[in-house]
């Protein structure tokens, strides 16, 4: 298994373009999530899906739009960026919790965008 | 997130000596706690986790123990190391689905010779 792949790696934008950051698992995990990493603030929700065609938003959603048309793919959306957007981003994904045992969230390799 | 609280947000500590990590959690239906650990430009990882139904849980060097009542649990590593040096998240489930996780704001952990 190839885990969680993130693309691309790295991506410099300027203001008001658009872009899809990708994410991918093949291991069937039903929870796909987005998280962005800022310096001196932790990782920080934005969207997350439990499920193909559900998905549902997290702690800092404006700015950004998700789709779960199937398993695998959780892409993540900025319709006009902005330098506010400027961050690490991290996919994570993880199966249903087994009884009496919680599943591990499993993070991809990250993005580091940056908005001009 | 707002919801979980850390520190410290920096610790120095000398190799062979202990280090302690707290966090505190407001949401009383987060019932999984994990730990991840980021090295430098790399991904987090996980490192230990535990549910609330459980105290205290400890894999080799590290420890966490968890006080649900006053809600707060904390990450112990004994016995330090350099390759210990890294960034430590605590988290919370948001509420008891367990699918997302409320993260702290991370201690940064340096392990000097």
């Known amino acids: 298994n190839a885990g969680v792949t993130q693309t691309p790696k790295f991506q410099v934008l300027k203001t008001g373009q658009s872009m899809t950051l990708q994410c991918a698992q093949d291991?069937?995990?039903?929870?796909m999530s987005w998280y962005r990493q800022d310096p001196g603030m932790g990782l920080r929700l934005i969207h997350y899906?439990?499920?193909?065609?559900?998905?549902d938003q997290g702690e800092v959603p404006n700015g950004y739009n998700v789709s779960r048309s199937t398993t695998e793919d959780f892409p993540l959306r900025l319709l006009s960026a902005a330098p506010s957007q400027t961050s690490v981003y991290f996919c994570?994904?993880?199966?249903?919790?087994?009884?009496?045992?919680?599943?591990?969230?499993?993070f991809g390799n990250g993005t580091r965008l940056t908005v001009t | 997130g707002e919801n979980v609280e850390q520190h410290p947000s920096t610790l120095s500590v000398q190799e062979g000596d202990s280090a302690v990590i707290k966090c505190t959690y407001s949401?009383?239906?987060?019932?999984?706690f994990p730990w991840y650990k980021q090295e430098l430009g790399k991904r987090p990882q996980l490192i230990i986790d535990?549910?609330?139904?459980?105290g205290e849980k400890k894999d080799q060097r590290i420890a966490v123990t968890l006080n649900k009542t006053a809600k707060h649990f904390s990450l112990h590593i004994t016995e330090t190391q350099p390759e210990d040096s890294a960034v430590y998240f605590c988290?919370?489930?948001?509420?008891?689905?367990?699918?997302?996780?409320?993260f702290g704001k991370g201690t940064s952990l340096l392990v000097t010779p």
């Open positions: 994570a994904s993880r199966p249903p919790d087994r009884s009496l045992s919680h599943s591990p969230l499993h």
């Open positions: 291991m069937n995990h039903e929870y």
């Open positions: 899906s439990v499920g193909a065609g559900i998905t």
């Open positions: 949401d009383s239906a987060s019932n999984y």
């Open positions: 535990i549910r609330s139904n459980v």
């Open positions: 988290a919370a489930s948001m509420g008891n689905s367990g699918y997302a996780l409320n």
